[in-house]
C-alpha cells in the first residue's frame, strides 16, 4: 500500500525558535496533502489542507502566519511553526491523497513537537 | 512494525440498521491505544472512541462501542441504530509508544453509506 512518511518524528526545541516537518508520499504522487493536530484525549484538528503548488487552505481559527505550509512538489508538503511556545507542543499527523486516487488516503506515523 | 487492516473499503446499511466496521492490527508492543474516527466529506477527523490495551471492558460512546479481543488483535467499530448523518468514510488507527517514540498507524479507511 501507499506509504508517507513524517521527518522527524520526534522534535525538542526551545521556546521562540522554529521547526519544520516534512511530509512525504514514498510510492505515489499527492496532489493534496492535509496537516492534523492530535490532542489529548485523541481528537484530531485538521490544520489546512495544501494542494501541491498553490496557497493552504486554512481552517478557522489556525494562525496561517504561525503554522506555514508548503506543498512544493507531488511528494513533499512541510509544515513550520514558526516561534513555537509550549502550547505548540502536540501531535502532528499528516496525510496525503493520491492524484487521480478514489479519494484514498494515507496517514503519516506523526511527529511530536515538544516546546520548552 | 505496527499495522492496521480494514478489510472493508464500502459498506451500506440500512437506515436504523447496526453495523460492525472491521479492524485488524498487528503490534509486537504490550502498551498501545486503538481509536475510531470519521471523517465526512469535508475532510475533518471527528473522534469516536478510544480503547486501551490493558483496558478490561469495551468502550462505548453514545452509539459507538468497540469490540475488543485482544487475542484475535481485532478492534471492530459497532454502529447501533443507523442514522443517515453516519454515512463518511470511517478509520481505524493504532498509536503506540515505543522507546521514547510515539507512533500512530491508520488504516486505509472503510466508506459507509446509510440508505434510507
Known amino acids: 500500500g501507499a506509504v508517507v512518511s513524517q521527518h522527524p518524528s520526534r522534535v525538542i526545541c526551545k521556546s521562540g525558535t522554529s521547526v519544520k516537518i516534512e511530509c512525504r508520499s514514498l510510492d505515489f504522487q499527492a496532489t493534496t496533502m492535509f496537516w492534523y493536530r492530535q490532542f489529548p484525549k485523541q481528537s484530531l484538528m485538521l490544520m489546512a489542507t495544501?494542494?501541491?503548488?498553490?496557497?493552504?487552505?486554512?481552517e478557522q481559527g489556525v494562525e496561517k502566519d504561525k503554522f506555514l505550509i508548503n506543498h512544493a512538489s507531488l511528494t513533499l508538503s512541510t509544515l513550520t511553526v514558526t516561534s513555537a511556545h509550549p502550547e505548540d507542543s502536540s501531535f502532528y499527523i499528516c496525510?496525503?491523497?493520491?492524484?487521480?486516487?478514489?479519494?484514498?488516503?494515507?496517514f503519516g506515523p506523526g511527529t511530536r513537537l515538544t516546546v520548552l | 512494525a505496527q499495522k492496521i487492516t480494514q478489510t472493508q473499503p464500502g459498506m451500506f446499511v440500512q437506515e436504523k440498521e447496526a453495523v460492525t466496521l472491521d479492524c485488524t492490527y498487528d503490534?509486537?508492543?504490550?502498551?498501545?491505544?486503538l481509536f475510531w474516527y470519521k471523517q465526512p466529506s469535508s475532510g475533518e477527523m471527528i473522534f469516536l472512541i478510544y480503547?486501551?490495551?490493558?483496558?478490561?471492558q469495551n468502550a462505548t460512546e453514545g452509539r459507538y462501542s468497540l469490540n475488543f479481543q485482544k487475542a484475535r488483535k481485532s478492534a471492530n467499530l459497532v454502529i447501533s441504530a443507523s442514522q443517515l448523518g453516519v454515512s463518511a468514510m470511517y478509520f481505524c488507527?493504532?498509536?503506540?509508544?515505543?522507546?521514547?517514540?510515539?507512533?500512530?498507524?491508520f488504516g486505509i479507511g472503510t466508506k459507509l453509506q446509510v440508505i434510507p
Open positions: 480503547q486501551g490495551s490493558y483496558d478490561e
Open positions: 496525510s496525503a491523497r493520491e492524484a487521480g486516487g478514489d479519494n484514498e488516503q494515507f
Open positions: 488507527a493504532m498509536r503506540v509508544f515505543s522507546g521514547g517514540y510515539q507512533k500512530v498507524t
Open positions: 503490534t509486537s508492543d504490550q502498551s498501545y491505544g
Open positions: 495544501s494542494n501541491e503548488g498553490s496557497k493552504a487552505t486554512y
